[in-house]
């Protein structure tokens, strides 16, 4: 069974950072992307970015380059997300979500459950 | 960038009924939006991908369509366990989601 697993809350000043991670089980982690999506109080989604965790390789929404970096940890199936220069736009919930290459495009079939970040002094 | 504009926002059914909700995209997409539910405090759960295509899994009141820049999404039969918010994905270019629709039992 695929499952993604995130720690349920972070409390963060402004000004700092914060890693949030995502462990994967059930899959060969190396066979897919994982993805990151932001989903702010009462607002929809938005795609933050993505890594190849077979080659370190990254794309980024635009918006979210300086703010965001992904990373991997291949011995234990676990991404990783750095939000940096905390401020109370960044409160929201932000879930992993595995992303596959198929033959009808590239989308994100398995999510974890999110981590809720809360920036605040 | 793509915009997806979602409607409604809300709606409110009865069990057993069937409720749509639409996106349609700021330009033709070539069929590649997904369907989700998403329900408090858990991750969203992938229903329906290239417009029409279930899920493994996922049950058959569950249905989407269209082309272009316009699809539905649609649940028929109405049971308890489908009340949640529904978002539209384009993945055409990029990731853009819908803003949601919340739907409530009446």
């Known amino acids: 069974e695929v499952q993604l697993q995130q720690f349920g809350a972070e409390l963060v000043k402004p000004g700092a950072s914060v890693k949030i991670s995502c462990k994967a089980s059930g899959y060969t982690f190396t066979d897919y992307n994982m993805d990151w999506v932001k989903q702010s109080h009462g607002k929809s989604l938005e795609w933050i970015g993505d890594?190849?965790?077979?080659?370190?390789?990254?794309n980024y929404n635009q918006k979210f380059k300086g703010k965001a970096t992904l990373t991997v940890d291949k011995s234990s199936s676990t991404a990783y997300m750095e939000l940096r220069s905390l401020t109370s736009e960044d409160t929201a919930v932000y879930y992993c979500?595995?992303?596959?290459?198929?033959?009808?495009?590239?989308?994100?079939?398995?999510w974890g459950q999110g981590t809720t970040l809360t920036v605040s002094s | 960038d793509i915009q997806m504009t979602q409607s409604p926002s809300s709606l409110s059914a009865s069990l057993g009924g069937k409720v749509t909700i639409t996106c349609k995209a700021s330009?033709?997409?070539?069929?590649?939006i997904a369907w989700y539910q998403h329900k408090p405090g858990k991750g969203p759960r992938l229903l329906i991908h290239y417009t029409s295509t279930l899920q493994p899994g996922i049950p058959s009141r569950f249905s989407g369509s269209g082309s272009g820049r316009d699809y539905s999404f649609s649940i028929s039969n109405l049971e308890p366990e489908d009340i949640a918010t529904y978002y539209c994905?384009?993945?055409?270019?990029?990731?853009?989601f819908g803003a949601g629709t919340k739907l409530e039992l009446k």
């Open positions: 890594i190849n965790p077979n080659y370190d390789s990254t």
């Open positions: 994905l384009q993945y055409d270019s990029l990731f853009t």
């Open positions: 979500a595995r992303g596959g290459r198929y033959d009808d495009g590239y989308y994100f079939d398995y």
């Open positions: 330009q033709d997409i070539n069929k590649y």
